[in-house]
């Protein structure tokens, strides 16, 4: 049985969290966790920092893939002597524009280098493809009745928000409606969009997955098409291929939209590799 | 052990794991109330008079529970059409890790947000994309004991400051 100890000199979390570990570990492992209060809150930072991480994965302020010496012993003194030649010069020649302007950043296009530029160009047309250029419509239903039903007055006090595109507004009225009647179709459809109006993607994801079995819901189609978008904000590129290709095969309203993404994609990767 | 104290303490270990096995959060909650309900009543029948034994038995229902599910679904055919993108995504990026981990992302952001670009990309490396950390040093051109040492640092760095933000914000 699996300790304290064996589980931080083997890493066993880390690769608990990258389903790393037999099936035999894994059951010995969340059986420890289940006892263990230490060994759980380490499991859930170690997860949260990870999600943490992913999100910044093309941040360009973070290093890009090759990253110059820079830990070499001999840079930190060079770099103190620079700094002190390069304070002395600005005492003796008092302030002067020119001399402040800094050199202009000469980025390297080369593929070999695989560029910042290139990285940012692909980070761009993601950017574009994920955008939501408009929430779908809600039309509200003519018919009477439901009077009395908290759940379908909360679904109405949030769609009134939804339309006037106040998305953030109508979310705490949509998640109350949601606990009340888990099984209204159109409140997760639509709470979904407004996570993903308002970039809470996971959210998102978390709502529209619930939808996308065709025989059980008329948002199934939809649901693909904007949990594509979810994905590509995530700039999780092999989930939102699949939903766009879901789409492409339901021949709906956006099997068009879905088949230029599509290609894209192709793209941006063929410009990865 | 009071009724409280087992659902504040085994709640989240068993959402968490039944979110895991499923990526289905209604299932998942429904199954995690089912659990606690059995082991609440066991609980009540005095069956449970060993508290250091109470952990293994909740994780038996929680475990046996989910086999059960597996079964019937598999029996309606239910499994290979719920996914519709096919094999089931990473459990560590997962959305539905992403959902139930919110508070923790923030408070980890921070301590993130504080850290050197140099330390978060090993992390990063080794966190997310379960990269050796020879291979790390190798990308990076930066010997391996220096990586070995940052990432250790970094880990460190980031479970004080989660737990301090953790603890000041009971």
Avoid at chain 1, 65 to 77: A, D, I, K, L, Y
Avoid at chain 2, 98 to 107: N, W
Wanted: proline letters at 5%.
């Amino acid at each position: 049985m699996m300790n304290c100890h064996d589980i931080e000199t083997h890493e066993i979390i880390d690769k608990y969290l990258g389903d790393r570990l037999s099936d035999q570990e894994t059951e010995e492992f969340e059986q420890h966790y289940f006892g263990c209060a230490h060994c759980f809150a380490e499991l859930q930072w170690r997860h949260a920092a990870a999600l943490e991480l992913n999100v910044n994965k093309n941040n360009l302020k973070t290093l890009p893939e090759r990253v110059p010496r820079v830990w070499s012993p001999w840079h930190v003194p060079l770099a103190a002597a620079a700094s002190i030649l390069l304070a002395a010069l600005m005492l003796f020649r008092f302030y002067d524009p020119q001399i402040l302007v800094p050199p202009p950043v000469v980025q390297n296009e080369s593929p070999e280098a695989g560029g910042l530029a290139g990285a940012s160009d692909q980070n761009a047309k993601l950017q574009q493809l994920a955008m939501v250029e408009e929430a779908p419509p809600y039309v509200p239903s003519s018919s009477r009745g439901g009077e009395g039903n908290l759940a379908l007055e909360k679904f109405k006090e949030g769609m009134e928000k939804y339309v006037q595109g106040r998305y953030a507004d109508a979310i705490p009225s949509l998640e109350q409606s949601a606990r009340l009647d888990p099984s209204h179709l159109p409140t997760t459809f639509y709470l979904g969009i407004c996570y993903l109006m308002t970039d809470k993607v996971d959210h998102a994801i978390s709502r529209l997955s619930r939808l996308t079995r065709p025989d059980s819901n008329p948002y199934s189609d939809e649901s693909h098409w904007f949990l594509a978008k979810a994905f590509l904000k995530k700039q999780d590129l092999v989930s939102a291929r699949k939903q766009l290709n879901s789409v492409v095969a339901s021949d709906g309203p956006h099997s068009e939209e879905a088949q230029q993404a599509v290609r894209v994609l192709n793209e941006i990767e063929a410009g990865r590799r | 052990m009071d009724e409280n104290r087992l659902i504040e303490t085994y709640r989240p270990r068993v959402f968490y794991f039944l979110l895991r096995r499923l990526r289905d959060r209604n299932l998942a909650e429904e199954l995690t109330q089912e659990t606690l309900m059995v082991a609440m009543q066991a609980l009540r029948q005095d069956r449970l008079r060993e508290e250091e034994k109470l952990a293994g038995y909740i994780f038996g229902i929680a475990k046996n529970l989910y086999y059960k599910t597996c079964r019937q679904r598999a029996q309606q055919d239910k499994f290979t059409a719920d996914s519709a993108a096919g094999a089931p995504r990473r459990w560590l990026m997962d959305p539905e890790a992403g959902v139930l981990l919110e508070e923790q992302r923030k408070q980890v952001r921070c301590a993130l947000d504080a850290m050197r670009p140099e330390d978060r990309e090993i992390l990063r490396r080794a966190l997310v994309d379960a990269q050796p950390l020879e291979e790390i040093a190798r990308e990076l051109g930066v010997p391996y004991a220096a990586v070995r040492k940052r990432k250790s640092r970094a880990v460190e760095r980031l479970r004080k400051m989660f737990l301090a933000m953790s603890q000041t914000s009971l």
